[in-house]
């Protein structure tokens, strides 16, 4: 009983002084005149850290205050029916540098050059792609986790280990056994770092730098992977004439027959020349009012580093593109 007294007596003590504290602020509030400040205001001539402190702190409380008015002005006034100016945000993509390379809409002669490139056959739906699937020597459980979730997400793929043969004569072999495509990954110190992309027989290839590497088994939540039904392809922001062609070989690597009943849906998202990378099935909800993204895995995200002419030749290859850091000092100047 003793201790149970006591201990209600500390906590009304706390109570009190609490409200002593409290009741003392207000006065020195008043006394010294703390009036909310307008925004933007320096405090750098006040000596005092602690009243420095309280200024700053009823800068941002009033800073807050406006902010919401306007937002509750800009809601009253579109429920009214009125029109609302809303700014526009400034980002990377909006300053831009103007490029000559951007293609406009409905390009003739953009046309044309696609309907003979080394693509053609598959957008036509003559062919069906048939992707062989390696790695760089000696791979880690990471990439051949990777590889596993890959399979599923690209039909007709098929794994083929790296042994000691050489890229080239990978190549060769996978178009005498009729691939259309090659990818080889390869990592540094157990971290996957990169990802060739070989169309056969007449290329092109592509190097791409591979980060920020997710497994769908790592995503809390995440859904399963039905692979008997081709992905329907989205392809966001390739504008530029490379733009066009890499984005015409990323879409080489699936058929171009989706099967919207697996309602899997694969998208490559081009932003800053950073391509993105996400598998996601949508579920629909309140008998089909309502549409939901579930993603799968994996996710990743890659950098166009070079592009070659033809089948990949490290000694004599022709080169389409290369990304050098001196190439790109602004970050307005894009490429894809």
Same mark, same amino acid.
């Given at each position: 009983?003793?201790?149970?007294?006591?201990?209600?007596?500390?906590?009304n003590l706390a109570v009190k002084q609490c409200e002593k504290i409290k009741k003392r602020f207000k006065e020195s509030r008043e006394a010294h005149d703390l009036k909310p400040p307008k925004p933007g205001t320096s405090f750098s001539h006040i000596k005092n850290k602690q009243k420095r402190s309280q200024m700053v702190a009823l800068m941002k409380q009033e800073k807050k205050k406006c902010k919401a008015k306007v937002r509750r002005g800009r809601k009253e006034a579109e429920a009214r029916g009125e029109e609302v100016v809303r700014?526009?945000?400034?980002?990377?993509?909006?300053?831009?540098?103007?490029?000559?390379?951007?293609?406009?809409?409905?390009?003739?002669?953009?046309?044309?050059? @696609?309907? $003979?490139?080394?693509?053609?056959?598959?957008?036509? +739906?003559?062919k069906t792609p048939k992707i062989l699937l390696t790695t760089q020597k000696a791979p880690s459980k990471k990439l051949f986790d990777f590889l596993k979730e890959l399979v599923h997400v690209i039909p007709n793929t098929f794994y083929y280990p790296r042994r000691d043969f050489p890229f080239k004569k990978i190549c060769e072999y996978a178009a005498n056994k009729d691939f259309t495509d090659?990818?080889?990954?390869?990592e540094k110190a157990k971290v996957v770092q990169g990802v060739y992309i070989c169309h056969l027989p007449k290329g092109p290839t592509?190097?791409?730098?591979?980060t920020r590497l997710k497994l769908g088994q790592e995503m809390a939540g995440g859904a399963?992977?039905?692979?008997?039904?081709?992905? @329907?392809? $989205?392809?966001?922001?390739?504008?530029?004439?490379? +733009?066009?062609?890499?984005g015409r070989q990323l879409a080489a690597l699936f058929?171009?027959?989706?099967?919207f009943k697996g309602r899997r849906t694969i998208t490559f998202h081009n932003q800053r020349d950073f391509v993105f990378f996400r598998h996601y099935r949508y579920n629909f909800k309140d008998d089909g009012e309502k549409c939901k993204l579930q993603e799968i895995g994996p996710r990743f995200t890659l950098k166009l580093r070079y592009m070659?002419?033809?089948?990949?030749?490290?000694?004599?290859?022709?080169?389409?593109?290369?990304?050098?850091?001196?190439?790109?000092?602004?970050?307005?100047?894009?490429?894809?």
């Open positions: 009983m003793v201790k149970k007294f006591r201990k209600k007596e500390n906590k700014q526009d945000p400034k980002t990377v993509d909006k300053m831009r540098e103007e490029d000559e390379t951007i293609v406009p809409a409905e390009d003739s002669e953009v046309e044309e050059d @696609e309907a $003979i490139d080394e693509f053609e056959k598959y957008f036509a +739906g003559g090659v990818l080889l990954f390869h592509s190097y791409w730098r591979l399963t992977c039905n692979a008997s039904h081709n992905p @329907e392809l $989205i392809l966001n922001n390739f504008v530029t004439r490379l +733009g066009r062609r890499i058929p171009q027959k989706p099967e070659q002419h033809g089948t990949f030749d490290s000694k004599s290859g022709e080169y389409e593109f290369i990304w050098r850091p001196d190439s790109q000092v602004s970050r307005k100047k894009m490429f894809v």
